[in-house]
């Protein structure tokens, strides 16, 4: 890479130039870009390449420093009344949304959590992805948020009582953080909906905590160590009690704006479909989740209380069976082909309960072609190299192996 010459680095503000060392190579990925006006000549060294109008920027950045620290002490007084209108209205104050309560320094363990909505597991996980420690338990979903909140804390101290120290804290849950209020919203665990659940686990476990969505968490672990491991665009979609999407650019999360990227879970398939919770009908869940195999088999004139893979495993010989397994593939590469139109990935890695059934491998490929706007479709459909704890995993790889301990007050 060429060299920057001093003038090439002169019209950079002082942020970014004090990034690069004398020899012009790339910034450290490890030291984040900050607001200029959060900065100030003291606390942060000068650049490696002398400039002759350093003191003119230092004295540019003192000034800003200024007017951002006036403007806070005169935003005060509103920052509380905001905070107590948004308790009256059941929103987390913007100023105190995923603020750590104590911060941890490095550490090597890093445990998460997949919050399902009839089990939640944990495990605990070292440096290089090794796993140390598993625990399942039941969800107390019926019992509410609060047990909710207190069997994922006891999860965690058992967890630590293996790791013998505390270690940082990912998790994988339906739904997704609300912009605008704080709170999760779209959670198939209805008890969750509208409440801070971030912010409280946060305050039980005395430390930040980083929440994403479950099939989030599904995509981050494949496209890490997993079945999309080398891919640059990955897919991953959770087919089980629910079903949800995640998606992975690079190697990263895209969450999107609205925190809802891969949400394809919700795209209305038949417009005379069952009613959905989420108040339309006909969306891809109700009719390609578990239950959704069910109530196919049930209409056909099948056994009542049979369960996806009871179906699955039955089709050579009921045609009940079959006749609702050719449905389901038909359905799930229509639904498919949707995303392949708009995002055209390099995989899609699929999970869930419903990702073991042979047939989405052998029968969906050619469905999901016939769907998609294209005369040669090579996207292949694979399996979640670690099954059922790739959530689980992507729950951990939330948090980098060894996180720098963050600066006091700041986001996790």
């Not at 004398?22 to 002398?50: E, N, Q, W």
């Not at 620290?69 to 509103?78: C, I, M, P, Q, V």
């Not at 290089?128 to 399942?136: C, D, N, T, V, W």
């Not at 394809?264 to 869940?285: F, K, M, Q, S």
Request: overall charge positive.
């Amino acid at each position: 890479m060429a060299r920057r010459s001093a003038r090439a680095l002169r019209g950079l503000p002082l942020a970014r130039r004090d990034l690069h060392d004398p020899t012009g190579c790339r910034p450290d990925p490890d030291r984040p870009l900050l607001p200029t006006s959060r900065l100030c000549h003291r606390s942060h060294p000068r650049p490696a390449v002398p400039h002759r109008d350093d003191h003119h920027h230092d004295r540019r950045l003192g000034g800003q420093h200024r007017r951002a620290t006036s403007r806070g002490l005169a935003l005060g007084s509103n920052r509380r009344g905001h905070a107590r209108g948004c308790r009256r209205q059941g929103r987390v104050p913007a100023q105190n949304r995923g603020h750590p309560l104590r911060p941890l320094a490095r550490c090597p363990v890093r445990i998460g959590i997949d919050l399902g909505g009839t089990k939640i597991e944990g495990i605990a996980m070292d440096a290089s992805g090794r796993e140390l420690a598993r625990r399942r338990i039941a969800t107390p979903a019926v019992r509410g948020y609060d047990a909710i909140l207190e069997a994922i804390a006891a999860l965690v101290r058992d967890l630590e009582g293996v790791t013998e120290g505390p270690c940082t804290v990912g998790v994988g849950s339906p739904g997704a953080i609300s912009h605008k209020t704080g709170v999760l919203k779209n959670s198939n665990t209805i008890c969750l909906n509208g409440r801070p659940l971030r912010e409280d686990l946060a305050r039980r476990l005395d430390r930040p905590v980083r929440l994403e969505n479950d099939a989030n968490c599904l995509a981050l672990s494949e496209a890490r160590d997993g079945a999309g491991q080398g891919r640059r665009c990955v897919f991953a979609v959770i087919l089980g009690t629910g079903v949800g999407g995640g998606l992975v650019l690079d190697g990263a999360l895209w969450p999107g704006r609205q925190h809802i990227a891969g949400e394809w879970g919700h795209n209305v398939l038949e417009t005379d479909g069952p009613a959905c919770y989420c108040g339309r009908r006909g969306c891809v869940e109700t009719l390609l989740s578990g239950p959704g195999l069910a109530a196919s088999y049930r209409a056909l004139g099948g056994q009542d209380g049979a369960t996806a893979q009871e179906i699955a495993s039955r089709a050579a010989c009921d045609a009940r069976a079959q006749a609702a397994l050719d449905l389901y593939c038909a359905r799930l590469g229509r639904a498919l082909g949707v995303v392949v139109n708009i995002l055209d990935p390099d995989v899609i890695v699929l999970g869930g309960g419903l990702s073991a059934i042979p047939a989405l491998y052998t029968e969906v490929p050619t469905l999901l072609a016939q769907a998609a706007f294209t005369d040669d479709l090579t996207t292949p459909i694979v399996p979640a190299q670690h099954g059922a704890a790739s959530g689980v995993r992507g729950a951990a790889h939330l948090w980098p192996p060894s996180p720098l301990e963050p600066r006091k007050g700041a986001a996790p």
